[in-house]
């Protein structure tokens, strides 16, 4: 089988391919422009989220059987159109579970005892320590939106903390394990100081955050979202901050990413990023959650397994 990687992967990927008996060739087309003009001549391709597979492109894959994202997403993947013509979908979130798992937490810790901005003021000489004075986990109920791969891991990580902690995915039953309570939406919206999304980006998961679920939480709350950008709506995240709805976020990931973030220009961007910039109650980082050295391997690892295991 004849295979296209039309994006960066860990050497790992192409190398267990190969081994398998797999042809590879990289990097033959740069935009989906090109892909089109000669992706009827390739078994699989490998993305990560240069462009969009669509209908389009998958009219031109006369030959594809399989479609391999090095990742979690497949939101740039029309996984229906591609299934309904036979061609499998794989992805790898098992690859950087554990990452985001981490991130999540050390994100959450950063903010809970002023790590980002005690680290700033003690380099500019100051010294303020009751102004840094910080908050413990402990006590805390963390509600967790989504019990997958990522969710689960980062409960795993808080099983230590000795928090309440609440789990809710819509699509799963009696999945918790002894250390998280299994419940329900509104039981979330009662109970919880935290509240972390660990959910694809779906129809029904764009801008689930916004002022009306922020609204039904019985207590300001912390939210973090390390999953994908458009869960949450940025605006209605800054107008809950300034009424007190929100006493912080922890994000990895924002809304208008793809096309603000190529080049981080501060005046440039929105003016909810500028508040959210200059908020001593926000941790932000570039989309870095599931990106450690170690998950780099994992995510191709993980697909080559899979790709190996259904066509080798």
Not at 24 to 29: I, Q, T, V
Not at 59 to 68: N, P, Q, R, S
Not at 121 to 131: F, P, S
């Amino acid at each position: 089988m004849k295979i296209l990687f039309a994006d960066t992967t860990h050497p790992a990927l192409p190398e267990l391919l190969e081994k398998a008996g797999f042809e590879n060739e990289e990097f033959r087309c740069r935009t989906k422009d090109e892909c089109l003009d000669i992706i009827d001549q390739y078994d699989g391709i490998i993305i990560r989220s240069k462009f969009i597979i669509d209908e389009e492109l998958l009219k031109k894959a006369t030959k594809l059987k399989f479609i391999g994202r090095v990742g979690a997403g497949m939101e740039n993947i029309d996984v229906k159109a591609a299934e309904s013509r036979g061609i499998k979908c794989f992805n790898s979130p098992e690859g950087n579970r554990n990452a985001v798992g981490e991130h999540a937490l050390g994100m959450l810790l950063a903010l809970q005892n002023n790590l980002i901005r005690a680290n700033a003021e003690v380099n500019q000489g100051k010294w303020r320590r009751e102004a840094n004075r910080g908050t413990e986990l402990k006590g805390k109920t963390l509600g967790i939106v989504g019990f997958g791969n990522t969710g689960s891991a980062f409960a795993k990580k808080l099983s230590g903390m000795e928090m309440r902690i609440l789990a809710y995915d819509k699509y799963k039953s009696n999945y918790a394990p002894n250390y998280v309570e299994e419940t329900n939406m509104q039981n979330l919206f009662e109970a919880c100081d935290i509240i972390s999304f660990h959910v694809p980006l779906t129809d029904e998961t764009h801008f689930m955050v916004d002022a009306d679920f922020i609204n039904a939480f019985a207590k300001p709350v912390i939210l973090i979202n390390t999953a994908r950008g458009k869960v949450l709506k940025t605006s209605h995240l800054v107008d809950g901050m300034k009424r007190g709805k929100v006493r912080g976020a922890c994000l990895d990931v924002l809304e208008y990413e793809a096309v603000s973030f190529e080049h981080l220009h501060k005046k440039a961007l929105p003016e909810e990023f500028r508040y959210l910039s200059d908020s001593d109650n926000v941790v932000l980082s570039p989309h870095i959650a599931g990106w450690t050295h170690e998950s780099n391997i994992k995510l191709s690892s993980v697909l080559a397994e899979k790709i190996i295991a259904e066509f080798a």
